[in-house]
């Protein structure tokens, strides 16, 4: 949600005064002609009719009416917390102008000080992001609750919700409320949201190669620089034949450098070297996780479970890869009860639980 924008145009149009004519608007002529060259102008012109418009106002009413164009002018030129002043020497603000304005400020702490005597759902949405702002975000936390108390599970205060649970460090909540979001919305967009975030954290390459396998499973895998990227971790963590039918379903869009050539090149080689080593390489635990690659890169879906639930079997500091990439087989297979079990059992300390749990609610939503 683009907090920011929001608040400033609810502020702008909140502000802006009916200035039509002096005798409409109660004021003297002098008043009245600079309130109306102000509300005509922009920048520096605006404020020096502003500036007029104060040294001819002598009544309570026209101080309040110079007041709130000044208001209106500084908010249109950015200058929020100069817009709240001159509303509150006039007398003329509402503590939900002064929080919107405060808001964009950057002022937080009188925002939501404001924010909390104005009341509303606006309101509170300004509070919970006022606290993520400031870096509160059990308080954030707190604030979309009770709109959804209030309103129902709206995707937007869901979504936010979520995000103020991650910051906070609460995973678990987290993942909770993102499969309430899923289960409402799975469509690419939804997920988008969810898999780019994910994509900022440092991650072992292995979870990497996960995320970039869920992002294609949910039509997120567009950009060019991701298409290589996961070409290049799926050659590394021995999925050539993966590399090769991404580069080949991505086609020109990766463009024709040269290193996509040497990509799609070894990718080719190495799909068909793995293809035919798979099934002695199966056969034991110590290179077992290598025949998953191939027969996962072929489209043998049953076969690459079966190879990576051996190596992750085996244990040592690769089975909790063994065991994502074992589910990702399964959820392939149709097998998404069997995965979401599999999922579940990776460990906490390997570096693969987060993609591991999104891997779970992927295939929640596949039965």
Do not use: C
């Not at 907090?3 to 149009?13: D, E, R």
């Not at 979504?159 to 899923?182: H, M």
């Amino acid at each position: 949600m683009k907090l920011v924008k929001l608040f400033s145009t609810v502020a702008a149009l909140a502000l802006m005064p009916v200035v039509a004519t002096p005798a409409m608007a109660a004021v003297s002529k002098a008043v009245g002609t600079a309130l109306n060259q102000a509300a005509k102008s922009s920048g520096a012109g605006a404020i020096a009719a502003i500036n007029t418009a104060k040294a001819a106002a002598k009544t309570p009413e026209e101080r309040t009416k110079v007041a709130q164009m000044a208001a209106y002018v500084y908010t249109k030129a950015g200058q929020y917390g100069k817009a709240a002043d001159e509303l509150q020497a006039g007398g003329a603000a509402t503590p939900k102008q002064l929080a919107s304005l405060y808001y964009n400020a950057g002022n937080y702490t009188k925002a939501v000080t404001y924010a909390k005597q104005a009341g509303g759902d606006d309101m509170q949405v300004l509070i919970a992001q006022a606290a993520i702002k400031q870096g509160h975000y059990a308080e954030a936390v707190t604030s979309y609750n009770k709109l959804i108390a209030s309103n129902g599970p709206k995707p937007q205060y869901l979504e936010n919700l979520a995000g103020a649970q991650y910051k906070s460090g609460d995973k678990k909540s987290y993942l909770a409320t993102t499969e309430k979001l899923i289960k409402i919305d799975a469509s690419p967009a939804r997920w988008k949201t969810l898999l780019v975030e994910q994509q900022k954290n440092q991650m072992r390459p292995e979870a990497k190669l996960a995320l970039f396998h869920l992002m294609d499973a949910t039509g997120n895998l567009t950009r060019p620089e991701d298409i290589q990227e996961f070409a290049k971790l799926a050659i590394v963590n021995n999925q050539p034949g993966v590399a090769q039918a991404v580069l080949t379903k991505a086609g020109g869009s990766v463009g024709s450098d040269p290193m996509t050539a040497k990509l799609a090149q070894a990718a080719a080689q190495r799909a068909q070297a793995a293809g035919a080593n798979a099934p002695k390489l199966a056969a034991s635990p110590a290179t077992a996780a290598q025949a998953g690659g191939a027969y996962f890169g072929l489209g043998q879906f049953p076969a690459a479970a079966s190879a990576y639930g051996k190596a992750a079997g085996a244990g040592g500091a690769d089975a909790d890869s063994a065991k994502v990439f074992e589910g990702i087989s399964q959820v392939k297979a149709g097998s998404a009860a069997a995965a979401k079990t599999t999922f579940a059992s990776v460990g906490e300390t390997g570096g693969m639980k987060d993609i591991a749990d999104l891997w779970k609610l992927y295939a929640s939503t596949k039965g």
